[in-house]
């Protein structure tokens, strides 16, 4: 089973960028469909971006297309959100998982790492 870790969280401002990693062992990701999901407090997981890892499909959450972009790496097995035009409503945990369907829906996906916070402050 792959093991994901996640990274690049931080404390930002309005507009600025960030790129998180998810960095995969124990298996590769080929075979796979990875993606980003976040979770704000009291609100429910929700999907972000998600990436097709041989065919290189992406799909992203309407309220994120345009600023952020998935990518992979699949000789270092990571994956990465890079974030521009932060919003504060972007501010929550964001967690990395894998999964063998092209899917927004939570219960497709497994493996989750343990996520990363981001801040954005007005």
């Known amino acids: 089973q792959v093991q994901l870790v996640e990274s690049g969280g931080g404390l930002v401002q309005a507009g600025d960028s960030l790129r998180l990693s998810c960095a995969a062992s124990?298996?590769?990701?080929?075979?796979?469909?990875m993606g980003w999901f976040r979770q704000a407090p009291g609100k429910e997981r929700e999907f972000v971006a998600g990436i097709s890892w041989s065919g290189g499909v992406t799909w992203y959450a309407d309220s994120v297309k345009g600023r952020f972009t998935i990518s992979g790496d699949n000789a270092e097995n990571t994956m990465y959100l890079q974030m521009n035009s932060l919003k504060p409503e972007d501010t929550a945990v964001y967690y990395c998982?894998?999964?063998?369907?092209?899917?927004?829906?939570?219960?497709?996906?497994?493996?989750w790492g343990q996520g990363t916070q981001v801040t954005v402050s007005s």
């Open positions: 124990g298996r590769t990701f080929s075979g796979y469909a």
């Open positions: 998982a894998s999964s063998r369907a092209l899917s927004r829906a939570v219960n497709d996906f497994g493996s």
